[in-house]
């Protein structure tokens, strides 16, 4: 993963995929963020398949604020660990590479929401909870990637961190508007930005190198039907997004929403009357133990 700032011609490249306002886009808000070093070798380091737990235990332990971190989250009740994890070592070997990859990205994401100020508390409650309701309705439907699930439903609002950092006045202002019930954050942004947190988040998700599964999740994750090449997990991330809206996690509170009759239930195939089972069994996913 490098760390060089975003080019303007490559985000034109992308125009096609994002919007004629790709170029206004990077003109407003500057250069996105770059994945920090050590996460970014770690995530590097684990997709390659001759990586051993000692190659990743080396990594980490080389950013004493994400091994913290990574302890914190894999201690947390979100991954159910059945006794205390003490060392990265053991978090590895306990959890495996998949779920220590959803770890040290909910490490990053955890220290980028951390920037945004007053915002972070909502804002990561809705992130972590869409990622476990994500991988809770990908294992309803048989998704077979449920960390790539999960990680989608973490990332899939992470423009609105970068809007948060780079325009923050701006971003306060909208969700102020949207904690009210008067508008949606995709609303507000398009009137103050004239583009949405989608497409910021498309655009980093991008230049973290992530799949484009993920890319495509972020990007599409309130118009699933848009996705071209993964709407199945687009509609998986859609429908927890909803859900987390309707159980109240974050800004968006929307206790009376339909989700029977949500386009992403008859698209993924899920049966309308176990919607309500599997909203308790999310919340009861995100209850401290």
């Given at each position: 993963?490098?760390?060089?700032?975003?080019?303007?011609?490559a985000?034109?490249?992308?125009?096609?995929?994002?919007?004629?306002?790709?170029?206004?886009?990077?003109?407003?808000?500057?250069?996105?963020?770059a994945?920090p070093?050590?996460?970014?070798m770690?995530?590097?380091?684990?997709s390659?398949?001759?990586?051993?737990?000692r190659?990743?235990?080396?990594?980490?332990?080389?950013?004493?604020?994400?091994?913290?971190?990574?302890?914190?989250?894999?201690n947390?009740?979100?991954?159910?660990?059945?006794?205390?994890?003490?060392t990265?070592k053991?978090?590895?070997l306990?959890m495996?590479?998949?779920?220590?990859?959803?770890?040290?990205?909910?490490?990053?994401m955890?220290?980028?929401?951390?920037?945004t100020?007053?915002?972070?508390?909502l804002?990561w409650?809705?992130s972590i909870?869409?990622?476990?309701?994500?991988r809770?309705?990908?294992?309803?439907v048989g998704?077979?990637?449920?960390?790539?699930?999960?990680?989608a439903?973490?990332m899939?609002?992470?423009?609105?961190?970068?809007?948060?950092?780079?325009?923050?006045?701006e971003m306060?202002?909208?969700?102020q508007d949207v904690?009210n019930g008067d508008?949606?954050?995709?609303?507000?942004?398009?009137?103050?930005?004239?583009f949405?947190h989608s497409?910021?988040?498309q655009?980093?998700a991008?230049?973290?190198?992530?799949?484009?599964?993920?890319e495509?999740?972020?990007?599409?994750h309130?118009?699933?039907?848009?996705s071209?090449?993964?709407?199945?997990?687009?509609?998986?991330?859609?429908?927890?997004?909803?859900?987390?809206?309707?159980?109240e996690?974050?800004?968006t509170?929307?206790?009376?929403?339909?989700?029977?009759?949500?386009?992403?239930?008859?698209?993924?195939?899920?049966?309308?009357?176990?919607?309500v089972?599997?909203?308790?069994?999310?919340?009861?996913?995100?209850?401290?133990?």
């Amino acid at each position: 993963m490098g760390t060089e700032l975003i080019q303007e011609s490559a985000v034109v490249g992308k125009s096609t995929a994002l919007s004629a306002s790709a170029e206004k886009i990077v003109q407003s808000i500057g250069d996105l963020p770059a994945m920090p070093h050590v996460a970014a070798m770690v995530v590097d380091k684990l997709s390659n398949e001759n990586a051993t737990p000692r190659d990743i235990h080396q990594l980490i332990e080389k950013d004493q604020g994400l091994a913290a971190r990574v302890l914190k989250v894999a201690n947390s009740p979100y991954y159910g660990a059945c006794r205390s994890i003490a060392t990265v070592k053991d978090a590895i070997l306990f959890m495996g590479f998949d779920s220590i990859r959803s770890v040290v990205l909910t490490a990053v994401m955890k220290g980028v929401f951390a920037e945004t100020g007053l915002a972070e508390k909502l804002l990561w409650e809705h992130s972590i909870g869409c990622a476990v309701a994500a991988r809770t309705v990908g294992r309803a439907v048989g998704y077979p990637g449920n960390e790539e699930a999960f990680l989608a439903g973490l990332m899939h609002d992470v423009g609105k961190a970068v809007l948060f950092l780079r325009r923050s006045s701006e971003m306060s202002e909208i969700m102020q508007d949207v904690y009210n019930g008067d508008m949606t954050f995709a609303d507000g942004e398009k009137q103050v930005f004239g583009f949405t947190h989608s497409e910021i988040g498309q655009l980093v998700a991008d230049k973290w190198r992530f799949a484009v599964n993920i890319e495509e999740a972020i990007a599409h994750h309130h118009h699933p039907d848009e996705s071209q090449t993964a709407p199945q997990v687009a509609h998986i991330v859609s429908l927890a997004n909803s859900m987390c809206h309707k159980l109240e996690i974050g800004p968006t509170r929307s206790p009376g929403l339909d989700l029977a009759n949500h386009e992403s239930v008859k698209a993924l195939g899920i049966d309308p009357d176990s919607i309500v089972g599997m909203t308790q069994e999310i919340q009861g996913s995100l209850e401290p133990s």
